[in-house]
């Protein structure tokens, strides 16, 4: 590793204060790097890009020159495009695939997983009401039912006995 930063006191790597730098591939400057894993900074970070746009710039203009300047300006045009793809790749692997990306998709599926479960358990409440209202419903209608024919029972009755008398009323006049 180039450049890299060594503590004074054991000469080891320092612990991210004195992190490793690289030269910026446009203006020479130090170019912090970060300690994980994974492509280098090859321009300054702190200028919101524009070492990466003057040197793609320059390429550009470079790039329809005849010979070696011209085949080293398109070579270095599909170094940043896949530098862009693989950047595009690694954030993607690091938000899906990573500890916190897993957790992430894990706490989704549970959430989810649990809504429908709230959803369904509500349903059954609901189909459990109405099937005690209906249970009820139908007792009432029974009882109903076992009244209007205990009246009806006895309307006969009475009409009956209301006849006898009439007939009997009849023969005595």
């Known amino acids: 590793m180039e450049n890299q930063a060594y503590t004074e006191e054991n000469g080891v790597p320092g612990d991210g204060a004195s992190a490793e730098t690289r030269p910026c591939g446009h203006c020479g400057?130090?170019?912090?790097?970060?300690?994980?894993?994974?492509?280098?900074?090859?321009?300054?970070?702190?200028?919101d890009g524009a070492c990466q746009r003057a040197s793609r710039n320059t390429r550009m203009r470079h790039r329809n020159a005849p010979g070696l300047a011209g085949q080293v300006a398109r070579t270095w045009e599909a170094v940043d495009r896949l530098d862009q793809v693989v950047q595009t790749l690694t954030?993607?692997?690091h938000a899906e695939l990573s500890p916190a990306g897993v957790k992430r998709q894990l706490a989704?599926?549970?959430?989810?997983?649990?809504?429908?479960?709230?959803?369904?358990?509500?349903?059954?409440?609901?189909?459990?009401?109405?099937?005690?209202a209906?249970?009820?419903?139908?007792?009432?209608?029974?009882?109903?039912?076992?009244?209007?024919?205990a009246e009806r029972t006895a309307?006969?009755?009475?009409?009956?006995?209301?006849?006898q008398t009439?007939?009997?009323?009849?023969?005595?006049?």
Not at 31 to 46: H, L, N
């Open 29 to 47: 400057r130090p170019v912090p790097q970060r300690a994980a894993a994974g492509r280098p900074f090859r321009y300054c970070r702190d200028n």
């Open 108 to 132: 989704e599926v549970r959430a989810e997983a649990a809504a429908q479960v709230a959803v369904a358990q509500t349903e059954r409440d609901e189909a459990r009401r109405d099937a005690e």
């Open 91 to 93: 954030e993607a692997l």
């Open 166 to 173: 009439a007939a009997q009323a009849r023969e005595r006049t």
């Open 155 to 163: 309307a006969r009755q009475a009409a009956d006995d209301a006849r």
């Open 134 to 149: 209906a249970a009820e419903r139908a007792v009432s209608a029974q009882q109903a039912a076992t009244t209007a024919a």
